[in-house]
């Protein structure tokens, strides 16, 4: 997609990332955090998918500010982080230099990885296709994952009208072109991948995004919600913990609340060879 100025989403999308680096410090990024917080609800799914990560090599692809990548390799794990912008990337080599851990930053769109076939044993992809070309990114995804690899990617939903106010509210918290994830985009995945499946999270579990809003009138275009979530989560552990139990329910009973939900998280296994059948789960 080009602009009537001529830049392309990608250069836009390099743009605002950088911009962002720009305003961070080491002290504002969360390693641990994501992984551990009560309310890290999507990477508990995708730690307990992966089981031991010790050895495996692993793509952090969009890896933004690096904090997952160092998170993994702190697990023993061979990583390599990705991303189109060179300030983000510049901020998580620094990351991994303090936490003391050795991982690779390359400058690489999503939808043009510079590694030869069956690289990796794990791919993980968090917030990065709603700002990626989906048609071409997933083909390279799977291009780049081992016989036996997996995929997994944390992505929002776009059909929920309370996320959609604190989209418009958060302004220019968000980049321009990104794109939450619809149904459609799920039928790329099963194109792509010999197995898929996915599971969607918060949707009791917004009442946080209302109480931040008209209790601690935190504003989404001053604070980024998805942050103050990992933060301050431990001062909600008991109406997190009921709201979870909620969403687990319920989102059982009565599936087409799940595309109500904040986010998906979906994990995909490479192509079968040729013969063997497709296998898919939803």
């Avoid at 702190?74 to 991303?83: E, F």
């Avoid at 302004?171 to 039928?187: A, H, I, Q, W």
Wanted: proline share 5%; with cysteine.
């Amino acid at each position: 997609m080009t602009s009537a100025n001529g830049s392309s989403a990608l250069e836009r999308e390099e743009r605002y990332h950088d911009n962002a680096a720009g305003r961070l410090e080491l002290s504002d990024l969360l390693v641990e955090e994501p992984f551990t917080a009560n309310t890290a609800f999507e990477n508990s799914i995708c730690l307990k998918e992966a089981g031991n990560l010790d050895g495996k090599r692993i793509l952090d692809l969009g890896c933004g500010a690096g904090e997952a990548a160092v998170y993994f390799a702190t697990r023993g794990a061979r990583v390599c982080g990705t991303d189109i912008s060179e300030g983000m990337l510049a901020l998580g080599r620094r990351l991994a230099e303090a936490r003391g851990v050795s991982v690779e930053f390359l400058r690489a769109p999503a939808e043009k990885l510079p590694f030869p076939d069956a690289s990796f044993d794990l791919v993980y992809g968090n917030g990065i296709l709603h700002h990626a070309d989906k048609a071409l990114a997933l083909p390279e995804v799977a291009r780049v994952m081992a016989d036996d690899g997996m995929a997994f990617f944390i992505e929002p939903l776009a059909y929920n009208p309370v996320i959609e106010v604190y989209r418009r509210l958060a302004g220019t918290m968000r980049s321009p072109d990104e794109r939450p994830v619809r149904l459609r985009d799920l039928k790329l995945f099963r194109r792509h991948f010999g197995y898929i499946r996915h599971r969607e999270v918060w949707f009791f579990a917004l009442y946080l995004f209302l109480w931040f809003y008209l209790v601690e009138r935190a504003h989404p275009s001053k604070e980024r919600y998805w942050k103050k979530v990992l933060k301050d989560g431990h001062r909600h552990r008991c109406g997190v913990a009921v709201a979870g139990f909620l969403d687990r329910i319920f989102l059982g009973l009565i599936p087409p609340l799940r595309f109500m939900c904040w986010n998906t998280v979906v994990v995909a296994r490479r192509p079968l060879r040729a013969g063997r059948g497709v296998r898919q789960e939803v």
